[in-house]
């Protein structure tokens, strides 16, 4: 048993020095900067309800994305490692950490997060795949983000172009204190999609100069300023790595930096920019990549349609997607009628399943959802 949980110490220790085990090329790339991000800052809260599985998968999706968040990826590592022992093995390597003079800051946080959640048996997920870093973080969603541009709204565009694994966010989280407020409650007159020859990377919502303009999540304000197109345009970054856009604002109640909470007013409504009328353009991303604010808010009720979603790359866009959804590889001579008639689906239906035109040219490797 001693063997064993000096063996599991050394095993830790050696993750604070890489971030990704198995990939040769992933671990050469993130071991220059693992000791300097690793830090005990990254939350995730662990669940009694994940295995080993559970955390291997969140660590394939995260090493999946553009910027890879080490620190995360070495803190799921460890629970990774702890929610492979039995009980009794797991008490004589909890003792051997704690007891070691050389075990990193960031492991022994680690392992002291880990086993104060089970403690507590079943605790709400707060991490990825349910992820809200801490809330009082000065710049939030830093595990998905290598800058903080205050001049333009969308630095960084189709930063997901390689994802095509699941990724889990949390919404709202009570015990976080974020909610979720409606940004106007008024009727949507351009829906998302493609419009007059491109895409329509949001919606439009009827208002009337004036009127208040709110946050729809808790978060930081990125962009306070007029920029182009947009007009006057406020962009809010929210601690689970989504940016929220409100364009065509008649006045700004905010600035860079400020830290706004659900429902707080970020501008008063109005039709700046290329605009025909007053109305509110909002946009919601993750990592500069669209996402269907519709597929994630019910405008007509002005709610939230679920505190959880799980997204996929469609196109040129995030896509909401049940789990349970079947999921086709395209292959070269591939193309759309002919993987509709394999799958039994219609055309209309297969587009409206994937957010593309009928005229969307596909490319060898692509994933489609086919069905559920």
Not at 122 to 149: H, Q, R
Not at 225 to 247: C, D, I, P, Q
Request: net charge neutral.
């Amino acid at each position: 048993m001693i063997r064993v949980a000096l063996f599991f110490v050394l095993s830790l220790i050696s993750l604070a020095s890489f971030a990704v085990d198995g990939d040769p090329q992933k671990s050469k790339r993130d071991t220059s900067l693992a000791v300097v991000v690793y830090d005990a800052s990254a939350k995730f809260i662990p669940d009694v309800n994940y295995d080993v599985v559970d955390y291997s998968a969140m660590i394939d999706s995260l090493v999946m994305l553009d910027t890879v968040p080490v620190s995360l990826v070495n803190q799921l590592n460890i629970y990774r490692m702890l929610a492979d022992k039995e009980p009794e093995e797991l008490e004589a390597v909890i003792d051997s950490i704690f007891e070691s003079n050389h075990v990193p800051m960031p492991v022994l946080n680690a392992v002291n997060i880990y086993m104060n959640a089970m403690g507590n048996s079943l605790m709400a997920p707060t991490g990825f795949y349910a992820y809200v870093p801490n809330a009082g973080s000065e710049k939030p969603g830093g595990d998905f983000y290598s800058n903080w541009n205050t001049q333009v709204p969308n630095p960084s565009r189709n930063n997901l172009a390689e994802f095509d694994s699941t990724l889990k966010l949390l919404l709202v989280d009570t015990t976080q204190n974020c909610g979720f407020h409606p940004p106007f409650r008024g009727v949507v007159t351009s829906h998302f999609g493609w419009r007059y020859g491109r895409n329509h990377n949001g919606i439009d919502i009827d208002l009337e100069v004036w009127d208040p303009v709110h946050s729809a999540f808790p978060g930081v304000v990125r962009v306070a300023r007029y920029y182009k197109g947009f007009g006057r345009v406020v962009v809010v970054r929210h601690y689970n790595g989504l940016e929220t856009t409100y364009a065509h604002l008649h006045r700004f109640k905010v600035k860079a930096g400020d830290i706004v909470e659900a429902g707080d007013v970020v501008g008063l409504g109005g039709s700046s920019g290329n605009s025909t009328g007053s109305h509110l353009h909002f946009e919601v991303r993750f990592q500069g990549v669209p996402i269907k604010p519709s597929q994630l808010i019910d405008f007509k009720n002005h709610v939230l349609k679920d505190p959880e979603v799980a997204l996929r790359k469609s196109g040129a866009f995030l896509a909401v997607v049940n789990e349970n959804q079947k999921l086709y590889e395209v292959k070269s001579g591939d193309y759309l009628y002919k993987i509709a008639e394999q799958f039994g689906v219609s055309v209309t239906e297969l587009c409206k399943l994937n957010q593309i035109s009928k005229n969307t040219s596909l490319r060898k490797g692509q994933k489609l959802i086919v069905g559920s």
